[in-house]
């Protein structure tokens, strides 16, 4: 097996005596995508705020490789992992070339001038938005908004290549503003980036594009990870039930088998049949 990218050893992150994250254990390989899902106050966006670095652990500790996160300059770190947070608000009138621009700053100011272009050029151009290039970032909806976070996300990961070769990915419930058809763009960029040898973690809400996309999916309930391994082993009726406490039954659908949640109203409905 090849190496981790990244290792979390019984990670915990406490705040006023409570544990929002408890005793979490985890690798994030290189090539996989991995999610995570849980209930609201899981826990899930902390978990990545301390895989990420941006947040201390109370206990435990997170390493890139055999190097502890806390000891890797910014800089480097910056070329090592990428993160897409829940929202971004910008207070300036930045266009959308400069927003998506900022992913090349500091790790690709060293780059000739062609080479930021042609990888702002591709950004742009897989997100779906070159053609908003020139309008105000501040006047897009919700969606773009998202999809033009995600090209600064592409666009330091293209620039962190040239300083660095194993490379990990964070997005943090990315498609909650999109559309159906963006939303499946985004995570088709997603796996397409760990096919490509990155390690993909995102957090979802929707366990049906959960258990379409994810190689492996992380469990966390209550700060703790109670379920990790592929979708079609982890998602059963009974976790479904505990974790989310909600009677919705498991399905299968082809051609690849992978599991589906279906509320149970839609099951007992002959009009959704």
Known sequence: MPEP??????????????????????????????????????????????????????????????????????????????????????????????????????????????????????????????HLADRSYQTLSGGEQARVQFARVLCQLAAGRTIADRQVLFLDEPTASLD?????????????????????VAILHDLNLAAAYADTLLVLDQGRLVADGPPAEVLRDTLIAQVFQVSWPVGQVPPNGQPFVLPRRNVADPQHS
């Open 5 to 130: 990218l990244l290792t979390a050893s019984g990670l915990a992150y406490t705040v006023a005596g409570r544990d929002l994250v408890q005793d979490v254990s985890l690798a994030v390989p290189p090539g996989a995508l991995q999610v995570i899902v849980g209930p609201n106050g899981a826990g899930k966006s902390t978990l990545l705020r301390l895989l990420c670095g941006e947040l201390r652990p109370s206990r435990g500790g997170v390493a890139y490789g055999p190097e502890p996160v806390e000891t890797i300059p910014p800089w480097r770190l910056a070329g090592m992992r990428a993160v897409l947070p829940q929202a971004a608000r910008l207070a300036f009138p930045f266009s959308v070339a400069d927003v998506a621009r900022i992913g090349l700053d500091g790790i690709g100011r060293g780059l000739k001038a062609r080479d930021r272009a042609a990888m702002l050029e591709r950004a742009l151009g897989q997100v779906d938005v070159a």
């Open 180 to 200: 159906l058809r963006h939303q499946g763009a985004l995570l088709d960029a997603a796996a397409e980036l760990a096919r490509a040898g990155v390690g993909v």
